[in-house]
């Protein structure tokens, strides 16, 4: 058996290939592969790396739905010495290409084609360009190109010693990956954590979770977050789990697959459980199965977590809360915890994790009261990359990262999330950035000023409203401004709104006055009666 400390996601593979060599980790449509066989398809796509001149520190990024490769690739790039940084499916070149830029990627795991984007365009004419690609098939030949010098290079000595060498060269200290997270900034930051803050964050997340290797695990969560990554396939390598990845979400599918394989864990954002629990032909599928679920991301009605223990029988439903800036977990509610609790707070914190609540002069506040939500532990991040300064003003002298979020603490330690300091709202689990959203918006030739705020949805939770003064002169209609957002951002960060305005309300500093703005969208909504 393996009794070296776990630290870094290679130790965790190799331990659970020894530990549950013949079980399958991931099963994804007719694909399964063991525990054994991934170590070994890792291993052999690591080797094949390092001979295209892959050395250890450098990073390289996949860009790609749900699907077994994504995981071999992401381990792959860490057991050969490299650093993951992952890319949100939806973005479109341009976006993708900065975030290429600023990590400095040398190598990119992409599909081929995915809802009907051929992946393979969407760099052309951009720096990005460059950068040798791989597509996440098996079948593809930059794939089998790879895994096959990798077989070669394991053939001889010298390729597999220098495996062996990078083998070494990973450990609990090594840089795991790099998530962009957008900010007030609108220009999105490379956030640095190490192995072994992800380790001991999910192994926390698996035991408060109740995670086996009997738990069938099914990940509708995109692995570019960390909600997918870390709280899905990282948890089932830790804890002997079977995941099954999903490209994209739909309820049928869903359905279908928890009722074929028997499912038992399925994590979600509420706008997922809530699609379950009104689809009309639920009753229909056998779901018997599902036992234990995570939501958060989002306030969450009452009557939803009661819905989803009476109506879907999940008696091991909890919420949780974290950011990227803390490995993606801070908080967590515990089973049987009564549902005003999970669904009003976000939880207590993880072992080793503080959480505390200061006022505007940095001083904590009592119990109860509001303030900004700071958060001290191993799971705090490194840094930004390669931007001290905006680390500095987000960890302070003595540890404390300050989260934006505003929310108050109960007498039991419990997290409620009341509002956010960066403005920032959330679309049917993906944080959307004003300021971001608003820079693209001003590219556009008609818009002279604009601004962005999140206003409610009864179905993705919230979704963007954008203010726009006009440029003298222009015609921009809606349906032109809203298809040409398209064209220029992913999907989720195009306003649903567009509100023209003569002038934007500000402050006496020149500020934009939000509040005003949703004064105005409330009033606009009760003239028109329309609800949606």
């Known amino acids: 058996m393996h009794s070296d400390p776990v ?32 170590l070994g398809a890792v291993e052999t796509l690591a080797a094949g790396l390092i001979s295209q001149g892959f050395a250890a520190e450098q990073r390289a990024a996949v860009w790609g739905p749900n699907c077994a490769e994504w995981i071999i690739a992401a381990l792959a790039i860490q057991r050969a ?25 040398s190598i990119l795991f992409r599909p081929e084609e995915f809802l009907g984007t051929d992946y393979g365009t969407l760099l052309a004419g951009l720096p990005s ?35 062996r060498s990078a083998r070494a060269a990973v450990s609990g200290d090594s840089i795991s990956d790099i998530l962009f997270t957008s900010g007030t900034t609108g220009r999105a930051k490379g956030v640095m954590t190490q192995q072994h803050q992800n380790i001991k964050a999910f192994s926390y997340f698996a035991e408060i979770l109740g995670l086996s290797e009997d738990d069938r695990y099914l990940i509708i969560n995109p692995f570019f977050h960390s909600f997918g990554y870390k709280a899905g396939w990282l948890a089932c390598l830790l804890s002997g789990c079977t995941a099954y990845p999903m490209p994209t979400f739909d309820v049928e599918a869903v359905l279908q697959t928890i009722e074929q394989n028997r499912i038992t864990v399925m994590p979600g954002p509420p706008t997922l459980f809530q699609s379950i629990i009104n689809h009309p032909e639920r009753s229909h599928y056998r779901l018997q199965s599902l036992t234990k679920a995570t939501t958060g ?48 707070t976000s939880g207590r914190s993880i072992p080793e994790v503080e959480v505390a609540i200061h006022g505007e002069n940095g001083v904590p506040v009592p119990a109860g009261d509001t303030g900004e939500i700071v958060v001290r532990g191993f799971n705090v991040m490194q840094g930004y990359l390669d931007l001290p300064e905006a680390t500095a003003e987000t960890i302070d002298a003595d540890g404390w990262l300050h989260t934006g979020d505003i929310g108050s603490l109960d007498h039991a330690g419990n997290l409620r999330i009341t509002d956010r300091l960066k403005d920032m709202y959330i679309t049917g689990g993906f944080n959307c950035y004003p300021a971001e959203i608003e820079n693209n918006l001003l590219r556009h030739v008609d818009v002279a000023q604009c601004a962005v705020i999140g206003v409610a949805d009864e179905r993705l939770g919230e979704v963007g409203a954008a203010f726009i003064v006009a440029q003298e002169g222009s015609q921009a209609a809606e349906e032109e401004m809203r298809l040409w957002c398209r064209e220029q951002m992913a999907n989720y960060k195009v306003p649903r709104h567009y ?25 606009r909504q009760q003239q028109s009666g329309d609800d949606s």
């Not at 130790?11 to 054994?36: C, N, S, V, Y």
């Not at 703005?517 to 009033?523: A, N, P, S, Y």
Request: net charge negative; proline share 4%; aromatic share 6%.
């Open 7 to 38: 630290l870094s996601t290679i130790d965790a593979l190799e331990r659970a290939a020894q530990t549950w060599p013949d079980r399958p980790f991931i099963i994804d449509g007719d694909a399964q592969w063991t525990f054994a066989g991934t």
């Open 81 to 105: 010495g490299g650093t993951l940084v992952t890319l949100n499916t939806r973005y479109k070149g341009n976006e993708a290409d900065q975030v290429l830029q600023d990590a400095g990627a």
């Open 129 to 163: 360009e460059g950068i040798p690609s791989i597509v996440l098939s098996q079948a593809h030949a930059s794939w089998q190109a790879i895994y096959q010098a990798g077989q070669a290079a394991l053939k001889s000595p010298e390729g597999l010693e220098q495996a």
């Open 297 to 344: 991301a989002a306030v969450i009605p009452t009557q939803l977590i009661v819905d989803i223990r009476e109506k879907l029988g999940v008696a091991g439903i909890i919420t949780a809360y974290g950011l990227s800036e803390t490995c993606g977990l801070v908080t967590m509610c515990r089973p049987g915890d009564d549902a005003q609790i999970i669904a009003e």
């Open 499 to 523: 509100i023209w305005l003569d002038s934007l309300p500000l402050n006496a500093s020149g500020k934009v006055l939000k509040t005003s703005l949703r004064e105005h969208f409330g009033h």
